[in-house]
């Protein structure tokens, strides 16, 4: 596919690729900066504050690193091996980042709530917090805006960019909950903000998880209808029946389909399967969202003693 | 994928004794992760670990074997068939998590020996070995020979060594006061089991990958198809697995515009459906092939070898 695409689509696929990869690039620079400057500050300051937002960073950064990786391995053109190139690789830079997320959301959120169950003893100081949330903010509001325009094109840059938003999300409820301390006293404040940012960012996660294990699955894109592509088909002249119809996605977006049409005898006689191949490939690059179709015309009696049918 | 001993088909006979089994095996799993939190022994953990993926393959004898039966659907096409190999990509990354750690934190004991209640951990051990033989003869009592057998009664003689491991390190530390003894074991086990893992996530990522299946040189498909009567061209040529035993291939094969005049067409496609059923060691079943004059790939727009 990858290959494939160079010719027709080349342009505009190679470009975003090339812009996501330096979107990643600069949103890693952003965290990998923030995150040394924190740890350097935690060190000199001693402040576990600083200390717990740069283990946030790390699992940021480490994020970032996974996807600009597979987006690199994503762009290596298809080989005998990898017939279908290397795009699904991105599919798994998001099953990483998802697990990732939920993984850190459930820990914040179990902290969250032991501390509330029991508070610590030890005072938050609010100021220093204050200072490494702000810096948390921007540094991440900045990196959030870089990966935003990607975030569309693939499972992984929308992996990569959720990664991001928890920590702008965490930034935000700590500055909250630091200026709620600040004035009111309020000490539970920092461990609803911990809940608040798990139940944010745990339906998002999730809802990334479900679409890569939808593609993982092999299951047919969301958009892709597959009763309406089945009666298009059937709707050409000289077909009689269609099946083994398969729809799946490489990556989403990147939907590959077969099916196995049996049409009259007719067809064949007049020669003209060549240009029902045609009407049939018009009519699903036309209609539905498909790259790269395959369809095997065959007479009635073909599909008899083919060994397993299914619709 | 998953184990071994899953492999064969759970038929209505069987069915019974696997989840007999799958009782069993899942009833000493709880037992050895609370033995392992209470005795606060590495190589019980490890054990159980193990016993997870016993767990792990029975289960999808059971239900997988129900599950990829049913039938697909408009949103399913392909039916549950990959739900086997995902999951097994989620066994082989919790057992090698659970290896991972139980080598970092071996090691650590060996400078620094907790106390094991080595008691309890005999009885857990033994406890262990007799579920382990139970299912052996639940198992054993369904099996014909077949070619599963071998691997089979190696995995389960494998798994009634883990125990037989925990029970010595249980007596050697009740006898000496060894503590050490129970990380070694720890660690020989995870020695065991890690290489295996290994190999189960590699199969399970190419799977996913969409890899073309173990023993099928997409090259010599290619020469094998040009070899073929009245085939001219041969392009975006794909081969994958959906599941272990699904393999498929799709290609577009121009062949001499005649073909589609004189009525040679099918037998072109009989050709090629059954030059991948028969002449590579993978038999593909499933192929998809769009024969296509050569007017045709002038104008499709994503034309690859």
Known sequence: ?311 | MGNDHSHAPAGAVHTRRIAIALAITATIFGAEVFGAIITGSLALLIDAAHMLTDVFGLTMALVAARLMSRPTSAKRTWGFARAEVLAALGQATVLLAVGLFVFVEGIQRLFAPPEIASGELIIFGIIGLVANVASIAVLAGGRSANFNLRAAFLEVVNDALGSVAVIISAVVISLTGFYRADSIVAMLIGALIIPRTLKLLKETISVLLETTPTGLDLDDVRAHILGLPHVVAVHDLHASQVATNLPVISAHVVVDEKCFRDGTAPAVLDDLQKCVATHFPVSIEHSTFQLEPASHAEHEDAVHT
């Open chain 1, 1 to 311: 596919m990858a290959r494939s695409e160079q010719h027709s689509h080349g342009s505009h696929d190679h470009a975003s690729a090339t812009t996501n990869r330096s979107r990643l690039g600069w949103a890693i620079a952003i965290v990998a900066t923030v995150l040394i400057v924190e740890i350097v500050g935690a060190v000199a300051t001693g402040s576990l504050a600083l200390l717990a937002d740069a283990g946030h960073m790390a699992s940021d950064l480490i994020g970032l690193i996974v996807a600009l990786v597979a987006t690199i391995v994503a762009a290596r053109p298809a080989t005998e091996r990898h017939s279908f190139g290397f795009q699904r690789v991105e599919v798994f830079a998001a099953l990483f980042n998802g697990l990732l997320l939920i993984g850190v959301a459930a820990f914040v959120a179990i902290e969250g709530v032991s501390r509330l169950i029991t508070p610590d003893d030890v005072q938050i100081p609010p100021v220093p917090l204050l200072v490494v949330a702000a810096i948390g903010l921007i540094a991440n509001f900045a990196a959030l805006m870089l990966l935003r325009g990607g975030a569309s094109s693939s499972l992984n840059m929308r992996g990569a960019y959720l990664e991001v938003f928890g920590d702008l999300l965490g930034s935000a409820t700590v500055i909250v909950a630091s200026l709620v301390i600040l004035f009111t006293g309020f000490a539970p404040a920092d461990a609803i903000a911990s809940l608040v940012i798990a139940a944010m960012i745990i339906p998002r996660a999730v809802s990334l998880l479900r679409d890569v294990i939808r593609v993982l699955l092999q299951q047919t894109p969301v958009e892709t209808d597959v009763a309406e592509i089945r009666s298009h088909i059937l709707a050409e002249e000289g077909v009689v029946d269609v099946h083994d119809v398969h729809v799946w996605a490489v990556t989403t977006g990147k939907n590959i389909f077969s099916a196995h049409v049996v049409v009259e005898p007719a067809v064949f006689e007049r020669g003209d399967s060549g240009r029902l191949l045609d009407r049939l490939s018009m009519c699903l690059s036309a209609h539905f969202d498909v790259r790269h179709s395959t369809f095997q015309i065959e007479p009635a009696e073909h599909a008899q003693h083919e060994e397993h049918l299914h619709p």
